[in-house]
């Protein structure tokens, strides 16, 4: 059950666009699409951004979208705005019918 | 709106035991799997342990297994985490954590409940 490998930090300046990587095996990211994405910030529960690789929960801005290819998920933020400061975490179903997580990347918006 | 909101975490001594409580509401509980998820100070998340809506799987980390047993009480909406033989690496928030539905992933999620294991 290793953790899914993000990188730690991620940063780009208001209105550009920055991807997030999320990379796992084909016992977690590679075999199934139930890939999630979670933005936290300080202090605060996570909220799920992205589900099922792509899909947005009612509420998320479209500003946030999700894809996969083999074993690498990435979440894409366009139009970054400084309330998108915040640690995302990926996340997905595996193999052994349990969840693992990413390691997190925090993202500046300088 | 869907609420959840754990109880129980404290300051335990290492070896010690202690049971997290979430209560549930504004949402069918009986419908849902669960999970348990943790983060420790200053790291990132963990999941610990998930069970489904009547029980009947029951799945957990391997850095918990044999320690920790997760529960729940569908008359009460309620989920448990008991967990024993605690160590100074459990030391974390832990998250009650509502599946979507229908699909693996995780939409909802308590405050979280602060356990210190520490002498």
């Known amino acids: 059950q290793s953790a899914l490998t993000q990188p730690a930090s991620v940063s780009g300046s208001p209105g550009q666009s920055i991807t997030i990587s999320c990379t796992g095996t084909?016992?977690?990211?590679?075999?199934?699409?139930?890939v999630s994405w979670y933005q936290q910030h300080p202090g605060k529960a996570p909220k799920l951004m992205i589900y099922d690789v792509s899909n947005r929960p009612s509420g998320v801005s479209n500003r946030f979208s999700g894809s996969k290819s083999g074993n690498t998920a990435s979440l894409t933020i366009s139009g970054l705005q400084a309330e998108d400061e915040a640690d995302y975490y990926c996340s997905s179903y595996t193999s052994s019918n349990t969840y693992v997580f990413g390691t997190g990347t925090k993202v500046t918006v300088l | 709106e869907v609420q959840l909101v754990e109880s129980g975490g404290r300051l335990v001594k290492p070896g010690g035991s202690l049971r997290l409580s979430c209560a549930a509401s504004?949402?069918?509980?009986?419908?849902?799997?669960m999970n348990w998820v943790r983060q420790a100070p200053g790291k990132g998340l963990e999941w610990v342990s998930s069970i489904s809506s009547s029980s009947s799987y029951i799945y957990y980390a391997d850095s918990v297994k044999g320690r920790f047993t997760i529960s729940r009480d569908n008359a009460k909406s309620s989920l448990y985490l008991q967990m024993n033989s605690l160590r100074a690496e459990d030391t974390a928030v832990y998250y009650c954590?509502?599946?979507?539905?229908?699909?693996?992933?995780?939409?909802?999620w308590g405050q979280g409940t602060l356990v210190t294991v520490s002498s």
């Open positions: 084909s016992s977690d990211v590679g075999g199934y699409n139930y």
């Open positions: 954590a509502k599946d979507l539905g229908g699909v693996w992933s995780i939409d909802s």
């Open positions: 504004g949402f069918t509980f009986t419908s849902y799997n």
